[in-house]
DNA sequence: TAGATTGTTAATCGATTAACAATC
DNA sequence: TAGATTGTTAATCGATTAACAATC
């Protein structure tokens, strides 16, 4: 029960539903207890930087025992704000918006999502992911009514911005961000980015990279 | 024109697709040229960050003027093999496999979708963004006759293994993985994750973060 | 030429790893 | 108790920033 104060560092964050992820798997095969030891092995990660890690947020092993795997998992859980019940909204009916709202994942992890929202009359009134998809118009309105944590942004670039306002002013405090723009919003509002070319732009060099490298020395 | 060997850092490489995309603007502005300093103002970086970087790979700058946009737009896009006319293929065709078949940001930037595979009856013979879904069970026969670099996972967690299997052997040298999993693959192969649900869990530590500090002493 | 801005070296900062005493 | 493994401090490594001489 150390911290409190210290400000902990981003790529730390990131590391936390990763190991989240791992400690699930070995809960679903009934392993009760885990060294830092195994568990860098199985992860491909130093065992002290799991230790650091966990330190971060208090003592949650047991010298000479390891860590309880479903203890950690409880409290990684809480740590990343899973109990919280947050709320989300889709804006954006596609096909990545009905990708999103069908991803059991999200659900799975105490995401709910309470609404849809588009502009394409065909699409208003229906469903996706068992969701009502909603005018975009009234997205406003409708957050009023239903106060929602996170935004997930699956609309077109040039919409983009005009959907951020009105989420902002809507009360929304995080957005994941799938558009292709980088966001501007206030100081309180934090915003995760997926850019999908980014990541495929980076596997493009990494491939050019290792056939280069098979091409010469690929012996050693 | 130095660099050469002297291998480089992968958050270099990450950094790179934010640069073209942001000269990308510049260039659709018809701005011709900028220096480190402005460019560093619109994206939130140091000056000092862009010019080590850039310099990972040459010269690119000339002193007392800075960069022609479209030179730098152009090189930036070359180091990431963008002009290496990567063909891709889509394993899974979903919401999320018919987004990504859909999504214009992929062949705007050099990437050829040439097949897309499910195992759903219904959807064989079908398209996804003018490219023909394939039966899954004839990838690896389509593979041999058509060598794509590319594999896009956007299947269910447990046929991931069967599908990353079947895109090695195939040839496949570059993964862009939506799965749950972790991969392991050979040597040669890289992996690019994008893992929708961390990204979620992280955004989700950030809200709760911001809303304690909002809470306490928000006011400086 | 004078002014601007790069390319690059050196200084700082932060993140990772190693080591080990504390302790279950 | 002896053995194992944590929590934590110290050492190392890498990434970022600052500074400035080179030069367009």
Do not use: W
């Not at 964050?13 to 070995?26: D, N």
């Not at 406003?140 to 077109?156: Q, T």
């Amino acid at each position: 029960m150390r911290n409190m104060n210290k400000k902990i560092s981003l790529v730390v964050i990131r590391r936390l539903p990763r190991y989240y992820r791992y400690l699930g798997e070995l809960l679903n095969q009934n392993i009760k207890r885990i060294s830092s030891k195994e568990l860098s092995e199985k992860m491909n990660v130093t065992a002290s930087q799991i230790r650091q890690d966990l330190n971060c947020f208090g003592g949650f092993g047991q010298q000479g025992y390891g860590y309880n795997v479903e203890e950690l998992y409880y409290e990684i859980g809480t740590i990343l704000g899973l109990r919280n019940g947050y709320k989300t909204i889709i804006a954006g009916a596609g096909y990545l918006g009905h990708a999103l709202a069908n991803y059991a994942g999200f659900e799975k992890r105490g995401f709910k999502t309470i609404g849809i929202f588009d502009s394409d009359p065909a699409k208003i009134g229906g469903q996706a992911g068992g969701v009502t998809i909603y005018n975009v118009a009234d997205m406003g309105d409708f957050l009023k009514e239903n106060p929602a944590d996170i935004g997930i942004l699956a609309v077109p670039k040039m919409s983009t911005k005009a959907v951020v306002d009105e989420m902002v002013k809507g009360g929304i405090k995080g957005l994941l961000n799938f558009s292709y723009v980088d966001l501007d919003v206030p100081d309180d509002v934090v915003v995760e980015n997926v850019h999908l070319s980014d990541s495929l732009m980076t596997l493009s060099y990494l491939v050019r990279e290792k056939k280069k490298m098979s091409k010469d020395g690929g012996g050693l």
